[in-house]
T-cell receptor
């Protein structure tokens, strides 16, 4: 158990809908990262937050957004969902340095299925 | 741009055999970090090792060992006396710590699916 929690574990929804994925980092970690894992694209970095502020953006679509709250939990919002958004979404957290060279500990993931 | 290549898509060996997973990376930075993660059938990503670009010492942890060679831009992972529980997908990843401050997330390889047959 990495100490990173993600909810829900599974999510099934329809095209055009909006969903919110939630992540709680390990105790003491200030950075949260979101990744998408799909069969065709592999594991891709989406976005990073550090202590409540956006730190870096990767291959995140404009339909997707995220935020990190004062209690350091983070939410990833996916809107206008398409079939191609079906994937495993991981959250990771790391200690307070604020860059991705720290070890990132991953949550169990949320499997999103868009029908 | 940074890139990680894991040329072996799938490897199948019989239990107790040794197996090496290859990882080749590309980066323009002189300071960077390399990682290996394991993804068992249950789906979670489990951290195995982190190594910085200035530390070329090989590392051994039980049956696991890692060989880092800057001259060939490789960071290979060897499992000695493999066990069925080692069956998983293994990912190599890179993070740069250059002028951008390393704030670009991890760049992952496509992964190697390791199958250990009893």
């Amino acid at each position: 158990d990495s100490g990173v929690t993600q909810t829900p574990k599974h999510l099934i929804t329809a095209t055009g809908q909006r969903v919110t994925l939630r992540c709680s980092p390990r105790s003491g970690d200030l950075s949260v990262y979101w990744y998408q894992q799909s069969l065709d694209q592999g594991l891709q970095f989406l976005i990073q937050y550090y202590n409540g502020e956006e730190r870096a953006k990767g291959n995140i679509l404009e339909r997707f957004s995220a935020q990190q709250f004062p209690d350091l939990h983070s939410e990833l919002n996916l809107s206008s969902l398409e079939l191609g958004d079906s994937a495993l979404y991981f959250c990771a957290s790391s200690v307070s340095s604020g860059d991705s060279t720290d070890t990132q500990y991953f949550g169990p993931g949320t499997r999103l299925t868009v029908l | 741009a940074q890139k990680v290549t894991q040329a072996q898509t799938e490897i199948s060996v019989v239990e107790k055999e040794d197996v090496t997973l290859d990882c080749v990376y590309e980066t323009r930075d002189t300071t960077y970090y390399l990682f290996w993660y394991k993804q068992p059938p249950s789906g979670e990503l489990v951290f195995l090792i982190r190594r910085n670009s200035f530390d070329e010492q090989n590392e051994i942890s039980g049956r696991y060992s890692w060989n880092f060679q800057k001259s060939t831009s490789s960071f290979n992972f060897t499992i000695t006396a493999s066990q069925v529980v080692d069956s998983a997908v293994y990912f190599c990843a890179l993070s740069e710590a250059g002028a951008g401050g390393g704030a670009d997330g991890l760049t992952f390889g496509k992964g190697t699916h390791l199958i250990i047959q009893p």
